[in-house]
T-cell receptor, first 114, second 114 residues
Framework: DQQVKQNSPSLSVQEGRISILNCDYTNSMFDYFLWYKKYPAEGPTFLISISSIKDKNEDGRFTVFLNKSAKHLSLHIVPSQPGDSAVYFCAASVGQGGSEKLVFGKGTKLTVNP | DTGVSQNPRHKITKRGQNVTFRCDPI?????LYWYRQTLGQGPEFLTYFQNEAQLEKSRLLSDRFSAERPKGSFSTLEIQRTEQGDSAMYLC????????????FGDGTRLSIL
């Protein structure tokens, strides 16, 4: 069963607008969440993370929101840029810091149009 | 920071052959992970090491798969008697467990079974 779900396989937005990528999880033991970005022919690159003790974490244009009661997190990119076009993976782990094994969603392909 | 290095980048082999992949982690990282990614899916955890000790193996890791990290530095992943279903991208990641930093991924080895 899929413990981390990204229900939108793709998303297309205009440059300068907001991109919102969503992720749901089912395992209530997860307490650390990460977003990775992946370009073709490259490995995933870490983007931003959030601990279950927080509900928001911000890093420049990227903000992750966590709603524990809904078991839902989202990644906001504002403003979106063409270079943000990539596949975005949501990942979760039991244990803080991202050094435990990660459970990934299937990814959402973001296309930012100039 | 030279990053996580994986070799070869691409391996093509016939069904039934044995293959071995190598991963060189970031030098000071004590944890090393193997993941497998198939088309349309996110990376799936296979196994991980802390120094030379293999701490966990996924059920995905059948007895045809073996991973080693003999001196706590580089790691190898061997697949014996390859099958069509082994075709995938094999990703290696590393982290420093005490640093609360996320896993850094290599660019992967793509395995194609003819």
């Amino acid at each position: 069963d899929q413990q981390v779900k990204q229900n939108s396989p793709s998303l297309s937005v205009q440059e300068g607008r907001i991109s919102i990528l969503n992720c749901d999880y089912t395992n209530s033991m997860f307490d650390y969440f990460l977003w990775y970005k992946k370009y073709p022919a490259e490995g995933p690159t870490f983007l931003i993370s959030i601990s279950s003790i927080k509900d928001k974490n911000e890093d420049g244009r990227f903000t992750v929101f966590l709603n524990k009661s809904a078991k839902h997190l989202s990644l906001h990119i504002v403003p979106s840029q063409p270079g943000d076009s990539a596949v975005y993976f949501c990942a979760a782990s039991v244990g803080q810091g991202g050094s435990e094994k990660l459970v990934f969603g299937k990814g959402t392909k973001l296309t930012v149009n100039p | 920071d030279t990053g996580v290095s994986q070799n070869p980048r691409h391996k093509i082999t016939k069904r039934g052959q044995n293959v071995t992949f190598r991963c060189d982690p970031i030098s000071e990282h004590n944890r090393l992970y193997w993941y497998r990614q198939t088309l349309g899916q996110g990376p799936e955890f296979l196994t991980y090491f802390q120094n030379e000790a293999q701490l966990e193996k996924s059920r995905l890791l059948s007895d045809r798969f073996s991973a080693e990290r003999p001196k706590g530095s580089f790691s190898t992943l061997e697949i014996q008697r390859t099958e069509q279903g082994d075709s995938a991208m094999y990703l290696c990641a590393s982290s420093l467990v005490t640093s609360n930093q996320p896993q850094h991924f290599g660019d992967g080895t793509r395995l194609s079974i003819l």
